[in-house]
């Protein structure tokens, strides 16, 4: 992850994913947030989604996602990078303060794909796209 090429464009978006995790787990995606750019939609979407929870004093429980495939391209030498991410996630439940499930999601295998940037020494999302793959 520490280097421009496509295995630490992989690790970036791998190291994205958990802290994806940690944002829903731990209530707190300011870590992700420092990884994201402003412009991403999708990490917007998760910060304003974590808040929500927050507010609410609902929790997210579930196992972590699954890394189960990986893929990534150069598109300009030690600068701009996608990578494709195939995802396991089982059910998760989002639940209130007393223990009252609120909302439950189903198991699904989706594909994420990232834009990413190289700032000299670290790695930035510019954007995240992804599709549930139908089982």
Known sequence: MDEPTTDGAIAAATY??????????????????????????FCKYVGDSVA????S???????????????????????WFTARLQVAQDSTQELAADGTVVSESEANLTDFVFALSWLGDSWRVEAVDLAVIEK
């Open 16 to 41: 994205f994913m958990a802290l994806y995790d940690y944002a829903f787990s731990a209530r707190d995606a300011e870590s992700l947030s420092m990884m994201s750019a402003e412009t991403c939609k």
């Open 52 to 55: 929500a929870l927050v507010v």
């Open 57 to 79: 004093g609902h929790t997210s429980v579930g196992p972590p996602v699954r890394v189960i495939s990986a893929v990534s391209t150069e598109i300009r030498p030690d600068e």
